[in-house]
C-alpha cells in the first residue's frame, strides 16, 4: 500500500531556474516529513525535513512547503545548480519507531 | 569517522545459496534499519531494531532474518536466495526514532540468478 507518492519520475530544470519537487501522502498520521537526496552508486543523504506542525523550512537553496489540508508537500531548489542532479526521495515518519515510508523517487536534471 | 558502512559491495548467488550482509555504524546509534531498492520504488523496509539485542519486523520481512548482537552492527541474512531478493540492499541508522534523520550506508547491490 504506496502512502506515499511521487507522480513525477523525472524533471528536466535549467541551470539557475528554480526545481519544484512533489509530494503526495495518504496517512494524516504521519507527523514528520522528509527529503532524501541520492547520487548513482551511493546511499541516500538526508537533505530537509519538517514537522507536521509547521508550513515551511527553509535551509539555503532549499525550501520545504507542507499543505496538510491537501496532505502535499513540495521541495523548492533555487537556484538549481548542476551538482542538484540527483533522484530526490521523499519519506514521511510512520509511528514512533521512526520508520520511514518512503516515495518513489523523481529524477532530476539541471542542465547547462 | 566512518558512519553506517555496509560490506560486501556486491555480491551474486544462485537461487538457493545463502548469505549476511553486514552493516556497522561508528556514531552510537540505537536505531538501525534494514532497506531494499527496486527500479521504480521507494525504500521499502525490511527489518529493524530499536537497540540491541531487539529486532522487529518492517514491511517486506519475509524470506530475511536480522541480528543485533552488538550496538554498532546490524546483519541482514537471506537463509535460501531466490531471484525476487535481487535489489539493491540499504543500511540505515539513527539517534533515535524520534524525529531526527536516518543515516544512510552506501548500499549492497545483490544479484540473485
Known amino acids: 500500500d504506496q502512502q506515499v507518492k511521487q507522480n513525477s519520475p523525472s524533471l528536466s530544470v535549467q541551470e539557475g531556474r528554480i526545481s519544484i519537487l512533489n509530494c503526495d501522502y495518504t496517512?494524516?498520521?504521519?507527523?514528520?516529513f522528509l527529503w532524501y537526496k541520492k547520487y548513482p552508486a551511493e546511499g541516500p543523504t538526508f537533505l530537509i525535513s519538517i514537522s507536521s506542525i509547521k508550513d515551511k523550512n527553509e535551509d539555503g537553496r532549499f525550501t520545504v512547503f507542507l499543505n496538510k489540508s491537501a496532505k502535499h508537500l513540495s521541495l523548492h531548489i533555487v537556484p538549481s545548480q548542476p551538482g542538484d542532479s540527483a533522484v530526490y526521495f521523499c519519506?514521511?515518519?510512520?509511528?514512533?519507531?521512526?520508520?520511514?515510508?518512503f516515495g518513489a523517487g523523481t529524477q532530476v536534471v539541471v542542465t547547462p | 569517522n566512518a558512519g553506517v558502512t555496509q560490506t560486501p559491495k556486491f555480491r551474486v548467488l544462485k537461487t538457493g545459496q545463502s548469505m549476511t550482509l553486514l552493516c556497522a555504524q561508528d556514531m552510537n546509534h540505537e536505531y538501525m534499519y534494514w532497506y531494499r531498492q527496486d527500479p521504480g520504488m521507494g525504500l521499502r523496509l525490511i527489518h529493524y531494531s530499536v537497540g540491541e539485542g531487539t529486532t522487529a519486523k518492517g514491511e517486506v520481512p519475509d524470506g530475511y532474518n536480522v541480528s543485533r548482537l552488538k550496538k554498532q552492527n546490524f546483519l541482514l541474512g537471506l537463509e535460501s536466495a531466490a531471484p525476487s531478493q535481487t535489489s539493491v540492499y540499504f543500511c540505515a541508522s539513527s539517534y533515535s526514532g524520534g524525529y531526527n534523520e536516518q543515516f544512510f550506508g552506501p548500499g549492497t547491490r545483490l544479484t540473485v540468478l
Open positions: 496517512n494524516s498520521m504521519f507527523d514528520y
Open positions: 519519506a514521511a515518519r510512520t509511528d514512533s519507531w521512526g520508520k520511514l515510508q
